[in-house]
Every structure is written in C-alpha cells, then in structure tokens.
C-alpha cells in the first residue's frame, strides 16, 4: 500500500541530544498529524498541523506543516528514555477522508 | 474521558474462518475509521464510517467489510481469512461536525492466521 517517505528509518542517540526527523510526500496535503507508537499499542497523537507553514510544539516536541504542502518536520529538545519509540507522520488530501501514513522513524536513546 | 476502546486484544484464527472486531469510538465523536498495520509498517487504512455509512474505502479486497451503529460504534468483518491478514487492526475515532479534528486510535486488535 501507500506510504510517505520517513527519514531516518531508525536513529540512536543520547540522553539529552535534540531529534529531528521529516517525512515527504509526491501529493499535497492540507493536514498533517505526528503520532508515537510503543509496542503492543496503537499510536499517540502528538501534534495536528492544518496549515502550510504552521509550527506548533507540544512540550518538548515541535512539529511544522512544510510551506510545498508536501512535508513535514517534527523535532524533540533534550530527549529523555521515554521517548523510545516508533514515530509516525500521516498526511491527507483535500476531499478525501484517509490519512497515508509514513513508514516510521524508530528512536532509541541511550541514557 | 473514554479512548478509543477495541476488543479482543488479541485473536487467533485459521485459514478460512471469519472474523468479527469491535471499536468503541472516543466518547463524542462520530467517525470511525479502521486501519491494518502489518509488522514493521505504518497502517494502511481500510475504510471509514459515518452516519452509518461506509463514506470511503482504501484499497482492500470485498472480504473486508464493517458497520456502524447509531451509538456510533463500529465492527470490521473479515471472511474467508488468508494467512497474510496476520496484523494489528487499528480503530481511530474523530468528530467530523468539528473542523480540523484529528484521529485518536484505539490499542488495536492482534489477529493472528495460522
């Protein structure tokens, strides 16, 4: 099926380090939604974005509507061992009611 | 405040059978749509409900189908089950009489084929 584009697919880093990571898509959307999964769970909302150009935060994390329509970035300040996990971006088109999910950045940091 | 509430949490199936998933969307909200999550990847949506009503479908087979009732919850059948129907079955609610609502999901249902 259809996916977006999530980069990185996976990243280690430190306690304490800032995380960024963008997902890209061939269409343009006019709404973005960032979600976290842990295992055995479904996944979080994080952020909700409707507007192209639009940043919005929510404690640590910080999310942005690309000003093409057709990306997405999401940054986490000073990652703590909690924020293990699978994060995902999903997009939709006007006039339609799916959302296309990404393929998923996976984060593991180390303490 | 209620989630979304899905049931079983898991279920183990065998080529053929027929399976039936239940959601309980968040409490106000009127839009159910359901996703299948294979392992390792994003979910893949499988089709939306509202006013009971299939409102639009992604690109599954027939053997997919679902039903909303007037309380606003929802089922998914699946028949004639394949092995690679193996997945997590996602529910996610929204309220679609409010602009710029997203979707909150449900933990989801473990469907197993052997």
């Known amino acids: 099926g259809q996916q977006l584009n999530q980069s990185p697919q996976s990243m280690f880093i430190q306690e304490g380090e800032d995380v960024s990571m963008n997902c890209t898509s061939s269409?343009?959307?006019?709404?973005w939604l960032w979600y976290k999964q842990d295992p055995g769970e479904g996944p979080v909302l994080l952020i909700a974005?409707?507007?192209?150009?639009e940043l919005t935060s929510n404690g640590r994390l910080t999310a942005q509507f690309g000003i093409t329509r057709k990306d997405s970035f999401l940054n986490i300040s000073a990652s703590i061992p909690s924020d293990v996990g699978i994060y995902f971006c999903?997009?939709?088109?006007?006039?339609?009611?799916?959302?296309?999910f990404g393929t998923g950045t996976r984060l593991k940091v180390l303490a | 405040d209620a989630g979304v509430t899905q049931s079983p949490t898991h279920l183990i199936k065998t080529r053929g059978q027929q399976v039936t998933l239940r959601c309980s969307p968040k409490?106000?909200?009127?839009?159910v749509s359901w996703y299948q999550q294979a392992l390792g990847q994003g979910p893949q949506f499988i089709f939306q409900?509202?006013?009971?009503?299939?409102?639009q479908r992604g690109n599954f087979p027939d053997r997919f189908s679902g039903h909303q009732f007037p309380n606003y919850s929802s089922e998914l059948n699946v028949n004639a089950l394949l092995l690679g129907d193996s997945a997590l079955y996602l529910c996610?609610?929204?309220?679609?009489?409010?602009?710029?609502?997203?979707?909150?999901f449900g933990d989801g249902t473990r469907l197993s084929i052997l």
């Open positions: 996610a609610s929204s309220l679609t009489r409010a602009r710029n609502q997203p979707q909150h």
């Open positions: 269409s343009i959307f006019n709404t």
């Open positions: 974005l409707y507007k192209a150009g």
């Open positions: 999903a997009g939709r088109t006007s006039g339609t009611y799916k959302y296309i």
């Open positions: 409490s106000g909200h009127d839009t």
């Open positions: 409900y509202y006013e009971e009503e299939e409102r």
